[in-house]
């Protein structure tokens, strides 16, 4: 799975859309729609509230990330 993917599946299994992620992260639903597609790579900054707010470990998220 990819890394994106571990986002959106997480969202959506905390029952969140787009847009309330978005609200509690503190960024636009567009841009959390644009993450989750892999149509952007979000700042370190930005992945760190998603996760945050998903209750995911970042290391989790990215395992495998560059092989």
């Avoid at 847009?19 to 841009?31: K, Y």
């Avoid at 790579?41 to 990330?65: E, M, R």
């Amino acid at each position: 799975m990819l890394w994106y993917e571990k986002l959106h599946d997480a969202r959506l299994k905390q029952g969140l859309s787009q847009r309330e992620l978005g609200d509690l992260a503190g960024m636009h639903f567009v841009q959390i729609s644009r993450i989750e597609r892999g149509e952007q790579i979000p700042t370190a900054f930005n992945l760190y509230k998603i996760c945050n707010v998903l209750n995911l470990s970042i290391d989790w998220v990215l395992a495998g990330v560059g092989k």
